[in-house]
């Protein structure tokens, strides 16, 4: 079994980030944020500030279990781990 990296010390460019594919989601399918709010109940401002992938520190289950819902889609679309650029590597 490989050995299993600790992150107590690191920092974001390290050990990657999880990036929110939201508008990548309803672009593709040409849904609006304001239908989207208007399909799960979610304010507009919360789904904006999805879209945009700002300020989202932490995710809420329930928001992405009723955008999978209604997009009919799963969590692994919107929502992507990018690992972290290595000094010599191309992104």
Same mark, same amino acid.
């Not at 929110?20 to 709010?37: F, I, P, Q, W, Y």
């Not at 992938?53 to 209604?70: I, N, P, Q």
């Given at each position: 079994? *490989? *050995?299993?990296?600790? &992150? &107590?010390?690191?920092? #974001?460019?390290? @050990? +990657?980030? =999880?990036?929110?594919?939201? %508008?990548? %989601? $309803? !672009?593709?399918?040409? /849904? #609006?944020?304001?239908?989207?709010? /208007? $399909? #799960? +109940?979610?304010? @507009?401002? =919360? &789904? !904006?500030?999805?879209?945009? +992938?700002?300020?989202?520190?932490?995710? !809420?289950?329930?928001?992405?279990?009723? =955008?999978?819902? /209604? $997009?009919?889609?799963? /969590?692994? *679309?919107? $929502?992507?781990?990018?690992?972290?650029?290595? *000094?010599?590597? #191309?992104?």
């Amino acid at each position: 079994m *490989e *050995e299993l990296k600790s &992150i &107590i010390r690191y920092h #974001t460019r390290e @050990y +990657g980030q =999880v990036q929110v594919c939201l %508008a990548r %989601a $309803l !672009d593709s399918r040409g /849904v #609006t944020r304001n239908r989207l709010s /208007v $399909l #799960t +109940g979610v304010k @507009y401002d =919360v &789904i !904006d500030r999805y879209y945009k +992938g700002s300020r989202v520190e932490m995710v !809420d289950l329930d928001f992405l279990a009723k =955008v999978c819902y /209604v $997009l009919d889609c799963q /969590v692994g *679309e919107l $929502l992507e781990y990018r690992r972290p650029e290595r *000094e010599g590597e #191309t992104p």
